[in-house]
């Protein structure tokens, strides 16, 4: 199965994407979708309305999660098993999917929320709560979103899941999923990192690299080539301002001496 994950950086705003941002969405034609810092969007569910069952969380925080499942990828209509936050920890929406293979999938799309100040998030506290549901979730599970944990940090707050392996990229960018600017005063490029995720358990697989094809369709953004540190990055709400997170999922089954896979 193919999985977009993207946070579209609304951040509260009810005003409407580009049109470029819907035709970004489609254009991948994954069989997941999953959209983080999102509020809702006539123009989005629009656009998706043809070909996925698509669901949004209640909004609680003034972010939301939305889902899509491609229509020809399941039997029958995904169910919402939960669709509020954790309070004061995270955006979160999760759906369960029956495959064509009749396979029951759990699909969960989520944002740990940051503060101000020089931690963003506080880890210690955010992370036990999602460790403890994805514990009771029993079928295969895919968790996407903006977990706004550095890479290197996932094993340390997640030590029972996967990660997404990333592909290697001609550039530098090609394996980063948002820029860090220096401060809102100077906001300039300082460093380069992956806070986008996907978390599975150990039967999935998943192959990922981050898109920023869609910097080339609006002049709000720098030329794709001119993304390094010390480039101007002040990108207003309602423009994407994290990489597409796109990746391939397989399953692993094991065996002694030797694993095998397959594609979902």
Not at 3 to 32: G, Y
Not at 233 to 240: D, L, S, T
Request: glycine share 4%; hydrophobic share 35%.
């Amino acid at each position: 199965m193919k999985i977009l994950e993207w946070n579209i950086n609304k951040r509260t705003r009810t005003s409407l994407v580009e049109p470029f941002v819907c035709e970004r969405i489609l254009s991948q034609e994954a069989d997941i979708i999953c959209l983080v810092e999102y509020t809702e969007d006539l123009k989005i569910k629009n656009t998706l309305e043809e070909s996925y069952w698509f669901f949004e969380s209640a909004n609680s925080s003034g972010n939301q999660i939305l889902l899509a499942v491609k229509k020809s990828f399941v039997m029958e209509r995904p169910v919402i098993v939960r669709d509020y936050d954790e309070y004061n920890c995270y955006n979160f929406l999760h759906i369960k999917i029956k495959t064509l293979n009749e396979k029951e999938l759990s699909v969960l799309g989520v944002r740990l929320l940051t503060s101000t100040g020089k931690n963003r998030i506080d880890a210690e506290k955010q992370t036990p709560p999602l460790n403890k549901y994805l514990k009771s979730i029993h079928e295969p599970f895919l968790c996407a979103g903006d977990f706004n944990i550095r890479e290197y940090r996932m094993s340390y707050w997640f030590p029972d899941y996967r990660t997404q392996e990333i592909e290697p990229g001609n550039e530098q960018i090609e394996e980063s999923s948002y820029f860090f600017p220096k401060n809102n005063r100077e906001p300039y490029i300082e460093t380069f990192g992956i806070l986008d995720h996907i978390l599975t358990g150990k039967d999935l697989r998943v192959s990922a690299k981050y898109n920023w094809d869609f910097v080339n369709d609006h002049d709000i953004y720098p030329s794709k080539s001119g993304l390094r540190k010390g480039c101007y990055w002040n990108i207003a709400p309602g423009f994407p301002d994290h990489a597409m997170l796109i990746a391939n999922v397989s399953a692993v089954y094991e065996k002694p001496h030797a694993d095998r896979e397959t594609d979902c």
